[in-house]
């Protein structure tokens, strides 16, 4: 059971990073997948999810920037971040949750039951 990130990186305030996560045994196709992050001294936090059906819920703090999606066919959910700002230097994780319906909003850490490993995103001011 493995979630996989990638697509981090460094770029300047303003730019733009998408990252991926994957679910190479299809695992959680029927899961909500959900990004989190975690910066220095900081509690991790939730970022967006999107549900099995295809709900999407948002941070206040990204909304408008960033866009999540997945792909049911490449079992994978990105996150398209654009117009980043130095706030959202983080280690990124993509999360599954199971049992939550296709449509629930879940947006705590003890709602996940599954981790990806974490991309590092840093955004030079």
């Known amino acids: 059971v493995q979630l996989q990130a990638s697509g981090g990186g460094l770029v300047q305030a303003g730019g733009s990073l998408r990252l991926s996560c994957v679910d190479p045994?299809?695992?959680?196709?029927?899961?909500?997948l959900g990004w989190f992050r975690q910066a220095p001294g900081k509690e991790r936090e939730f970022v967006a999810t999107?549900?099995?059906?295809?709900?999407?819920y948002y941070a206040d703090s990204v909304k408008g920037r960033f866009t999540a999606s997945r792909d049911g066919a490449k079992n994978t959910v990105s996150l398209q971040m654009n117009s980043l700002e130095p706030e959202d230097t983080a280690v990124y994780y993509c999360?599954?949750?199971?049992?939550?319906?296709?449509?629930?909003?879940?947006?705590?850490?003890?709602?996940?039951?599954?981790w990806g490993q974490g991309t590092q995103v840093t955004v030079s001011s």
């Open positions: 045994g299809r695992t959680f196709s029927s899961y909500a």
């Open positions: 999107v549900t099995s059906g295809g709900r999407v």
């Open positions: 999360a599954a949750a199971r049992n939550q319906g296709s449509l629930r909003i879940v947006t705590s850490l003890s709602g996940y039951n599954y």
